[in-house]
């Protein structure tokens, strides 16, 4: 018993479709980004002034790292939606840059630092 070969010809189909809509991210959803990836020379020097040239990174039960801040990050990621302004950046070493990455810090990291930054 064979089958019917238009049913062959509609599971093709549909399989067909299937690949293509993943292929082109159909139903992905997009997320909002700033248009402005980096922050300006003048909006870095705010924050090197704001941080006092230190960065900003604070273990909870530890000091402020005492490493020179020499690169401006997105404190909510810019890739996760966070704008490319200066309520949005911190101060942070190479080190702390690179390992923090993309994580959306929590809502007590956001706090604390806050808090940190009337202190200086």
């Not at 690949?19 to 705010?46: E, H, N, Y």
């Not at 956001?110 to 930054?117: A, D, M, Q």
């Amino acid at each position: 018993m064979q089958p019917d070969p238009t049913v062959l010809v509609a599971c093709l189909a549909v399989a067909v479709l299937g690949i293509l809509c993943l292929a082109i991210g159909v139903g992905r959803k997009r997320r909002w980004r700033d248009p402005t990836r980096l922050f300006s020379w003048s909006q870095k020097l705010q924050l090197i002034h704001q941080a006092n040239g230190r960065c900003e990174h604070k273990p909870p039960l530890w000091f402020r790292c005492p490493a020179p801040g020499t690169e401006a990050d997105h404190i909510h990621p810019w890739s996760r939606g966070g704008p490319t302004e200066l309520w949005n950046g911190q101060l942070l070493c190479r080190r702390h840059n690179r390992r923090k990455s993309n994580h959306v810090p929590s809502p007590l990291y956001r706090w604390r630092l806050g808090r940190r930054r009337k202190k200086y």
